[in-house]
């Protein structure tokens, strides 16, 4: 019996790297985006009955697998509240270094209020360049205000 | 005597606020991008020698403030590990919901690496949108893949 | 120099006490809310202008201190990330024991997403019971669901 | 042997998802709402005797385990301090950032004490809206004045 | 201005030190017990009007002091999570070696609720004995039971 | 093969819950009161050679088992340094609270020194009260002063 | 007004460094060991009358000064749960190395207790060594032995 | 197959505890000390070929044990930065409590330097003494000054 | 099924030690240093997959451990924050004692930025010494100004 | 009065930016490596009296601090247990990915033991490069074998 969803997890991992996927050909097969695809195979997203079965079957997943897709999972990827793998923790000192300057020019630009990390999408590409391809990534976030009452 | 860079941070703020400058102002006078002139205003950033005296006339700093401007500053601009200000909060949650799947399309794109944090720009804007206005933030950094020796 | 605007928070509350005002006083001449009143002189919450001046006037604040009280603060308003004060650890409480069983029953009837903690409005009044008069707390946010692309 | 309550939760939560049961169905089965019913199966409340077989019928659970949820639990449902999951973490959120505000108020209302975590009750309802249902949370728990002795 | 509870604190400790008082004789003066009332003078408590009164006159405090001891203070008395002190740590240490204990025996005389640390007084005595004087403390709470809904 | 004593007290508990022991019963097979008992059983104290063997008939336990039940244990009965469990927390509250007002009130009445958690018993009964029973602990530690040298 | 026993013994470190005194010296005034008496200065023991007299007249402290070193301090002496001071960090690694090793050995003599922290001495002395000169501590403890009831 | 050292001293402790060996009968087969002894099973030292040797045949280890034992393994024997054990805690306090004065008279006999816990050795013995047997430790370390460069 | 890297690298670390290879050895099999191929085997880099080959060669491992050495791992090598193993404490008291030194060292050579530990390579040596070997290590990391945008 | 050493930290800190002097000047002063010179500075190292001295004159510092410069200071320059600056945060990194594997290979050449981190230097160089510049640094410490006793 699978207990827990980071089973379905590392199932999806270890199939997709003695098998041979990438991260697009599962995304075609769902149907999304390559990052909204990942995210949800990694355990962030809810996929729709239909998803889910498709990446079962590219998969070789069993049923009981194919349902614990379809449950919105216990969010968060990473193992601590600091990351330790440099890829991650980059983004975790963007959010350090430049987290008051965001806060600031949203404000300046919106008044108070957040950006949305739920009604949200992101775009990653490899952008070239002479003295050395670069990672561009397009991150859009509705703004919410604060309501007020 | 000023004794450390959050003191000349604190000034900056406070007279931004009670003069009522933007960052977009500011970041005139420094002559850079609004994003780079409000991090390095916050302490996360050093400036040059003209930048900071520009800045330094425009909100009456002192010399010694003036001075401390110039110095490369102990970065890091949030008060906790896990941010409390919703704002930026939202950002931490989505290193640590997208961590995971930014890294492994940044590696399946690029390979082993890192996307620099330090080689970096980023570029905020408002876009317009039925449904509510949007921010957009697309950032750029040079991937650096891990030397083998 | 006011620096900060916990500062601002800590004149408010000093004046409250001594000079005995109450936090609905408060909110009447603010305009709204007692709660989102309370919120916001805690520095949770910024003011608009006139709000800011009416709360400066019945307070006796300078005008640097309603400067700062239009400014978006920097939010969260605990010393610790569990909270040692009893009757606010019952909330930390309530999260950590039925947070959950909230999880569980917001995505049974909405599927995947969140109750937006900004679209969000709260009611706190008194219910008065044989046993001992109750506290009924309403709270009301805007679910988000979680968009795919 | 079954040796901790965790586990009859897991099995509770994989049986559910695999035979697509909703926790309203579950809760008719208890007799109760589906708040505490969600809450007890996740290991934070004690069922009596025949609330246990009860759900132990519904489900196909063992002896064994519906002896174990008849036992007082060690309570607390979340992995870490701070939630990592957002829609969990919006309310801690509303903790940090109103916290102080509830504190506030409840003491202007009632004088020094707390509002129990434990002579409570939750009722959690879908709110229609033209600009977005809404998530509506009523939350009632006793007054407990601090004894002076 | 007072703009903290804990600097009345401060100033009620170092008057007693360089004065000479006890907590017994700030106790009778307050009128009710030795633990309530040096709680009460610790910032855990909040006082009434005549108990502040009592104590400022004893103690030579200002106005505004007295003012402050009349509000419900944000508790919690201790620097760090895991007290450092010896004294304040062997109770810390009870609970951890004795917590499940006091969990089941509690649970198996009054079935699942907690013991209140609000409904509660305490009371601490010398208990003479040949092999050395011993501290014996009598804790009475009221038993509150979880409600089901 | 058994490899830790935590193997031993969930077999306990386990198979208390399924038999329907309780710790009264326990207490009366080992012949000391259901306070120490209890913690023995939870891996807080060591037994004798007779005690272990009492348990281990009572409970069916092995002789591996019961070799182990002789052994001091690591002690340290909470997964987390401020418990999560609600009753436990109000213990923990408790030393918050208090903490400082037993560290004044012991130094008061003995000088410098501490109340021992070794050299400790504990009592907990049940208080009939018409307003709701409550629960009474006795607590007696040895003082020990602190040696000069 | 002096309002905590930290700022004493920053007085005390700052006039022995300036005034060019030893802590044997100080030791000698006190009339006990150096280590008793080091710990006393450094905030860590209550020094009697004429013990703090002594002190307070050799290093010309205030007689407010004299009073707070009376008084059973809040003890603990280090900034942060892990020492980040090269010597002090050395001896944490020796608990958290030596900690298991200290435990079984000490249990095999003794049976189950502990060593006291309390009726404690320490002697700190140079050993000379051709390979170098040795530091050789003396740790005497009373062994409480766990009272069984 | 055996994947980490903690497995081995997990057997060790188990064998010693069903088989009844004490520490000094395994130190007398390692010939060295009972303190190194112990601290080398339980997974603190590295042995070497021949006392891994002696160890395996004492206590019925198998081959690939006996390898295991003869690696440098990752040190540090506690669960918790903090230990929860009673008598483990004690060396934490004299640590807390005494470690600023242990800084001091190093310092004030040794110059700038630390006490090795490398070049270290250990001697625990039985102090027999009328009030109560005390646990008597001598702790030898070569000291190091620091390297001026 | 292999479900992570960590797996595979006790696997290298187990035959490694069983079967007797040094680290030497498997570097040469690589082809590449020591210190990169340590780094690779303990699950810190990607290898190609001729070098995944060879070491899988080596050590007789699987086809699926083999595909997993050519996946980039999530790295972070130590189970703590602060690391409890002496050797690697004093690596990170380097950086705890040395941090801020080769901060402004490096910033008064090259002005703001970093030193790439991406870009990197490390050689450890022996040197000779008669008063006792030392442990050279070369660390070259090349330097990342901050980009201004 | 100075009554810590980070004041005269400050001190150095703030006058060597306001008066535009560099390390380098100041080591040529003191007499020593650029690297120890400046870890003097910043309350990591005691001075001599004539190396304060001479830092004293070039920086007029009051005899005050001249006489805090000679004392052996609490050490650790860090204000978090993880670095937040990104400079100092990539050593840290450092530790957590290559800490194994200097264990492994410190351990495999030099056996049990570590690398001193007192007996130690280091030496920092700008090393030349077509493809960017690059940071060089030797570090050397002795081994120090375990002790077997």
Redesign the interface.
Known sequence: ????REEVT??I??TK??QGF???QIAEVIG?????S??AC?G???MTKSQAEAVGELLSLS??AV??LQ??P?????????????????????????????????????????????????D?Q??E?D???????????????????
């Open positions: 019996m699978i207990t827990s590392k199932m991992v270890a790297i003695t990438t991260w697009k999304h985006s390559k990052e909204w990942t995210a990694l962030q997203m809810a049923d009981e349902a614990w449950i919105a216990y969010k968060g990827s990473l193992p601590t509240e600091v990351p330790t793998d440099p890829l991650i923790y980059r983004w975790y000192e963007l959010v350090n270094v430049y987290g008051t300057t965001l806060k600031e020019l949203i404000h300046e630009e919106f008044g108070d209020g957040i950006m949305s990390a739920i009604d949200f999408s992101m990653l490899r952008e360049n003295k050395g391809d670069r990672v561009s990534v397009v991150m859009s976030g509705k703004f919410l205000p604060y309501k007020t009452y």
